[in-house]
């Protein structure tokens, strides 16, 4: 069996032990799942002969060693294909190698992986079908992955990981106007479109859809991620976020800006976030977004120095939310986070130059989520503010514009670009740039033009 045993953004697969027919109940075996059980949690089966029924299923029997499988289309016009690869290639310490117009496909492994070196790139080409990480990049500097169509992977699309945290000193890494797609196809929870860590990366330009949880995860310092479209994510779980990071008070200085967001629910419609900061982290800065039809879109959950600036909200219910988790239930995790603050050297340059906040930090009420502003914001619908009592007096929230009609070009046709006669310029808005959010043509993609649907949204479930 499958399941979301008890928390809905941790899954499992558990091993049968018995079925009792007489008393309808499936008995599990050990090991248990960690977070233990709890009613009303949603689970299937899989591998169950039985269960075959449309195209695509199939059932192992280990005992004899015979696959059953209802292929997708007739055997005679396909090519069947069983891999055994793992990685396809591997750049060790190379610097200027580009990889252009290939197709990576069916392997156990995944498409390329890159460690160390400089300036690289993996260019206008394919990776599906793999059983791993379609790109891995670990260290080096200046390595880029643009234009390429990801999708049909087991685990995540691309995972950066570059620059030194100690000294700031950035990767330069690019990931940019790449579609990924119906990832997490295996491991459903925590494997994300893109996966960006350490110092001074960007991620840009990137469509990234239809996948049961995350499509950015982030950690690390001074990142930038803009111009990015995502939706019909975290479809699977819930308390999840499309992009998503948390826990760390270091982790400061990301910047998440001009993004199209949209379409964001969860399963069963019971809420999911745009931009999920989570378990008081900190120094964030959630600029110039669009946020369409996404529960609670941008979250701060106890966080400090955070700000959400000159954003678009349309119909997003809950669509700013900030709490004092850290003053309850959290607070205990307090101490974890100073240990990780200890880890940095935050007390010399360049930390206490750029963070000065962090050197009287554990001085200053840790658990207060104090320094997080709230302006130029544009709210369509009334019921948006979702702030905890003991948020409230630390918060600074000037300058938002709640209204039905904002100005927009053609609301309909989902153009919030605004007229001229705008009541938001006089608050200050500064214009999004709309028109430039997303996938843009280029000799340097591997496939033009990409169509793709937005997932439909689920039937709210009772709560």
Same mark, same amino acid.
């Given at each position: ?10 899954? *499992?697969? *558990? ?5 009792? !027919? ?22 299937? @089966? ?17 005992? +004899? ?36 117009? %290939? ?8 498409? =390329? ?24 990049? @670990? ?6 992955? =643009? ?5 049909? %992977? ?12 100690? +000294?700031? +000193? ?30 001074? #990366?960007?991620?840009?330009?990137? &469509? ?10 982030? $950690? ?6 803009? %111009? ?33 967001? /949209? ?32 529960? $609670? ?36 995790? !307090? ?23 962090? !050197?009287? &930090? ?9 320094? #997080? ?20 007096? /630390? %918060?600074?929230?000037?300058? #938002? ?37 997303? !996938? ?11 169509? /793709? *649907? ?10």
């Amino acid at each position: 069996l499958h399941g979301y045993w008890f928390w809905d953004w941790s899954d *499992q697969r *558990q091993r049968v032990k018995q079925i009792d !027919l007489e008393a309808h109940t499936i008995e599990l075996a050990e090991p248990y799942h960690s977070y233990g059980y709890r009613k009303g949690q949603w689970y299937y @089966a899989f591998n169950a002969l039985c269960e075959i029924d449309q195209p695509g299923e199939y059932y192992l029997d280990r005992e +004899t060693g015979i696959l059953y499988f209802w292929p997708p289309a007739p055997v005679q016009s396909c090519k069947i294909v069983v891999s055994v690869c793992g990685n396809l290639v591997s750049l060790r310490d190379v610097s200027n190698v580009t990889l252009r117009g %290939l197709t990576f496909e069916m392997a156990r492994g995944g498409a =390329v992986r890159i460690e160390g070196g400089t300036a690289c790139r993996l260019v206008a080409c394919t990776m599906r079908n793999l059983g791993d990480w379609a790109v891995g990049v @670990a260290g080096g500097a200046q390595h880029a992955v =643009v234009g390429c169509d990801m999708y049909d %992977l087991a685990e995540g699309g691309v995972s950066v990981e570059g620059g030194d945290r100690k +000294t700031l +000193t950035p990767a330069a890494h690019l990931v940019d106007n790449n579609h990924i797609f119906r990832w997490g196809r295996w491991s459903r929870m925590y494997k994300s479109a893109v996966s960006v860590g350490g110092v001074g #990366n960007r991620v840009s330009h990137n &469509l990234l859809h239809d996948a049961p949880h995350t499509a950015i995860f982030f $950690r690390g310092n001074e990142h930038i991620i803009e %111009l990015n479209e995502i939706h019909s994510v975290c479809y699977e779980s819930n308390d999840a976020g499309a992009i998503y990071n948390g826990r760390d008070f270091t982790q400061r200085g990301t910047v998440i800006r001009h993004n199209y967001i /949209h379409d964001v629910y969860g399963f069963r419609a019971r809420g999911c976030v745009g931009v999920y900061l989570d378990d008081m982290l900190s120094g964030t800065r959630i600029e110039g977004n669009v946020f369409y039809r996404t529960y $609670r879109a941008a979250f701060i959950g106890g966080g400090r120095d955070n700000a959400i600036v000159n954003n678009i909200f349309v119909e997003c219910p809950k669509a700013i939310h900030v709490d004092a988790r850290a003053l309850g239930w959290a607070a205990p995790t !307090l101490e974890g986070m100073r240990q990780r603050l200890e880890q940095m050297p935050y007390r010399q340059p360049p930390w206490s130059e750029r963070y000065p906040e962090l !050197l009287t &930090l554990y001085d200053d009420e840790p658990g207060v989520p104090k320094g #997080n502003v709230i302006e130029r914001n544009i709210i369509v619908g009334e019921d948006w503010e979702d702030i905890a009592a003991q948020a409230r007096p /630390h %918060l600074t929230m000037r300058d #938002n514009l709640v209204t039905e009609d904002p100005g927009f070009v053609d609301r309909a046709g989902l153009n919030f670009q605004l007229t001229p006669q705008s009541p938001a310029w006089q608050i200050g808005f500064v214009a999004i740039p709309v028109a430039s959010i997303g !996938l843009y043509e280029s000799p340097d993609r591997a496939s033009w033009p990409v169509t /793709h *649907q937005v997932r439909p949204r689920p039937a709210a479930e009772d709560q």
